[in-house]
């Protein structure tokens, strides 16, 4: 009997021990589960490197299968991919994954695919113009620029309610001059003649980023170091050398007078 209490004070003792060395886990699922799904403006990538397969995706949201492998990276040295869909999946093993939706220019492959086997396609940016310039007035522009003010901003926005940053000048544009911008503010930068901060016009663009190749933002720029731009406030009129901005440059898609 005193054996007995004596191992049942033991146990009762270790109940209230702390445990090092010890760390938790969530459980393994034991289904792959769409977390969402959504459509992403046309982005352009590349392989990061030769490993990768693009799958075909099935069954249901709360029990997703891998389908079958469909294009292997390493068939594709030069190809870009262009995604058009994100979708983000938390697999068996409790982990939160990011897959794209992408198609070759050719349509001839497309498929689901991790997005860390990409990279963000990269340009050589020269001052040489790829895409038609306008002609009309700045007049014209700031008019149309100004009568979005205060309009929310919405990723991948493209008017006339709400806006994301390229949207908004794509938008702006189109409805002043006509001019056709291309969507992204990537896209936006490469294809024009840049300027330098000292040359800009009102009626420029502006863009910020890390670099010329990472461009993250654009706006129109109004001189004397505002700007007019569509960000998380919404379309706002704001200064562009503050901290929180970094500017990569400018380029004029239109003659404006």
């Not at 330098?196 to 502006?206: E, H, Q, T, W, Y």
Request: glycine letters at 8%; one cysteine or more; a positive charge.
């Amino acid at each position: 009997m005193k054996i007995k209490q004596l191992s049942l004070t033991v146990a009762t003792a270790a109940a209230f021990l702390p445990v090092w060395g010890l760390t938790t886990t969530a459980s393994a699922n034991t289904t792959n589960t769409i977390n969402s799904t959504s459509s992403m403006p046309d982005t352009q990538y590349v392989r990061k490197s030769a490993t990768g397969w693009t799958y075909n995706l099935g069954g249901t949201a709360s029990n997703m299968t891998f389908g079958k492998k469909t294009h292997y990276l390493k068939n594709y040295p030069n190809t870009t991919w262009h995604a058009t869909q994100k979708r983000y999946i938390t697999k068996k093993n409790g982990v939160k994954y990011l897959y794209y939706y992408v198609t070759n220019g050719k349509k001839t492959a497309s498929g689901w695919i991790w997005h860390g086997y990409l990279q963000k396609k990269s340009y050589s940016h020269t001052t040489s113009t790829t895409s038609t310039k306008g002609t009309g007035t700045y007049a014209s522009v700031l008019k149309a620029a100004q009568a979005q003010l205060g309009k929310p901003y919405v990723y991948g926005g493209n008017g006339p309610s709400s806006f994301d940053c390229s949207g908004f000048t794509k938008y702006v544009f189109k409805q002043a001059i006509g001019q056709t911008l291309p969507r992204t503010a990537q896209a936006q930068y490469n294809a024009y003649d840049h300027v330098s901060a000292s040359n800009a016009k009102p009626g420029d663009l502006i863009f910020f980023g890390t670099s010329t190749s990472n461009i993250t933002h654009c706006g129109i720029y109004l001189g004397n170091h505002k700007m007019i731009d569509a960000q998380l406030r919404g379309v706002v009129t704001e200064a562009t050398n503050v901290s929180w901005w970094h500017t990569v440059g400018y380029a004029r898609p239109a003659t404006l007078s």
